[in-house]
């Protein structure tokens, strides 16, 4: 008996380290080595001053970081039992939803299939009705959720930031959808980067100043959401400058490809959905995710391209606005593809809006991982290719390519027109395939490498309006109420039971 629990012992631990081995190898492996992280660094051209040491420095424990109540934990739970858990489902339950949007949530196409619980608020009244359903939801403030996001009182992903302003400070507000709030279970955001960094890069010139920084960001949201979560939101912190960061959920070709159908006007747009806390710790590893992804591999379509290539897609015409230049835009008309017309408008909103409160709008150029003949590791890559193949599909990806670099050419002409900064993010950023998750989303990895990109782009504004003394303002909190108004009412649990039907 003795013999056979030393030999079964000697088998466990050989097994274990066996794994362990095979575990770093992977690692090694999907990581490219210490030296495909210095050579990804090292293509972002620093700006001057900045040190290349930061980038390996991570931004200040949260200190708002709480433990998660058991009553959320159970909502986790009950999303489960429900069986219908795609997308974002889990995150929901830990949202504030627009009642505007919700009204009787067991009529909503969407939000009936939550478990019986939602919180909400009211939106301001616009003097007509009950208010706009802008945007659908707020996270929920002053919260730890069980899929990881960390939220402040404004229900903004990241550390407290007072309300009032005060002298020698900065204030940068960040807003876009789910590539700017970043997965919630990711240690940090981009702007979190951004913000760490530009005061390291403030203590390195001695300079009496602090930047605070504000990630509005949150996922499946549009323009037309953005405007508003800006004016109800943002302005009343008086951000110094607004940096926007968006260019996916209103990319829709089927404005240049009449001959696809419409989707569903409820249907979410793709985002990576979070998971449970043991799916997220198993992913940790390296050996779980290749098994994982061999997994999906085998389920995926019997005629798809053989390796990491393009899946077959079906032929379409693309029919373009007739007389628009495709390589120098009229930004002016009302019929530009992927939604531009609408974007742009919202924009000069947004910047009116600023400005009119004393800040200024900074423009960014959107990243997609697309190009047309783009081959990728069918086991390691699997999430991206399946995200181009079916979330995107029937289109090709040369299409795909050609209308990111439009929306990119329009996002800058916009720019030059109104003299906003254009913080070309797409130019900069590396398109390594172990940098995202799909072809919009990062890993932690990337998204350091984002910021790090975001960064060099901003520091020539930064050191102009430090230069000018347009920053810091002498006493920015001039005026401000004690309390932000969008937040006076906290939201609260709505508990509803629909028929199945």
């Not at 293509?43 to 058991?70: K, M, T």
């Not at 616009?126 to 359903?133: C, H, I, K, S």
């Not at 996922?219 to 260019?247: F, M, T």
Request: glycine residues 8%; contains cysteine; neutral net charge.
């Amino acid at each position: 008996m003795r013999d056979f629990l030393k030999n079964g012992l000697l088998m466990l631990a050989t097994v274990a380290a066996c794994t362990a081995v095979a575990e770093g190898i992977a690692r090694w492996a999907d990581a490219g080595g210490g030296e495909d992280v210095a050579r990804r660094l090292d293509e972002v051209p620093r700006a001057p001053g900045v040190e290349r040491a930061w980038y390996f420095s991570n931004p200040p424990s949260l200190s708002n970081r709480g433990p998660v109540p058991a009553a959320w934990d159970e909502l986790v739970r009950r999303v489960e039992r429900s069986g219908i858990t795609e997308g974002t489902r889990r995150a929901d339950m830990f949202k504030a939803w627009n009642t505007a949007l919700v009204g009787d949530p067991c009529q909503h196409p969407y939000l009936r299939d939550a478990p019986g619980h939602l919180f909400v608020y009211d939106p301001p009244s616009d003097g007509l009705t009950g208010g706009r359903p802008h945007p659908p939801y707020r996270f929920l403030p002053n919260a730890t959720t069980p899929i990881g996001l960390v939220t402040n009182a404004y229900g903004f992903r990241g550390p407290p930031v007072p309300f009032v302003r005060t002298p020698k400070t900065i204030r940068i507000a960040f807003v876009g959808a789910s590539t700017t709030v970043d997965d919630h279970h990711l240690a940090y955001s981009y702007p979190e980067f951004v913000g760490h960094w530009l005061n390291l890069w403030a203590a390195s010139k001695r300079l009496d100043i602090r930047f605070e920084v504000l990630n509005a960001g949150r996922e499946s949201i549009n323009s037309v959401d953005i405007e508003e979560i800006v004016r109800q939101e943002v302005l009343p912190l008086r951000p110094d400058l607004i940096i926007y960061y968006e260019g996916a959920n209103q990319f829709d070709l089927r404005t240049v490809v009449p001959s696809v159908p419409k989707p569903d006007p409820f249907a979410r747009p793709a985002t990576s959905p979070p998971q449970s806390f043991v799916s997220r710790w198993l992913g940790e590893f390296a050996l779980v995710r290749r098994v994982r992804a061999l997994l999906r591999s085998i389920d995926g379509p019997a005629d798809r391209a053989a390796g990491g290539g393009e899946w077959p897609k079906p032929d379409y015409d693309i029919v373009w606005p007739a007389g628009l230049d495709e390589t120098d835009p009229d930004i002016g008309r009302a019929d530009l593809p992927i939604n531009l017309s609408t974007i742009l408008g919202n924009l000069d909103r947004i910047r009116a809006a600023a400005q009119a409160e004393g800040g200024e709008l900074a423009l960014a150029s959107f990243v997609w991982l697309v190009k047309d003949g783009m081959m990728l590791d069918p086991i390691r890559h699997r999430s991206i290719l399946e995200y181009l193949n079916r979330g995107y599909a029937p289109f090709r990806y040369r299409d795909l390519e050609r209308m990111a670099a439009f929306e990119n050419r329009v996002f800058a002409k916009y720019a030059r027109a109104h003299r906003l900064a254009f913080l070309d993010v797409a130019r900069l950023m590396p398109r390594d395939p172990d940098l995202f998750v799909d072809a919009i989303h990062n890993t932690q990895t990337g998204v350091r490498l984002k910021a790090w990109v975001v960064l060099q782009e901003l520091m020539p504004l930064v050191e102009r309006n430090l230069a000018n003394g347009t920053w810091p303002k002498a006493d920015p909190g001039t005026g401000m109420p004690a309390r932000h108004p969008a937040f006076a009412v906290p939201p609260r649990p709505l508990e509803f039971a629909c028929k199945k039907t």
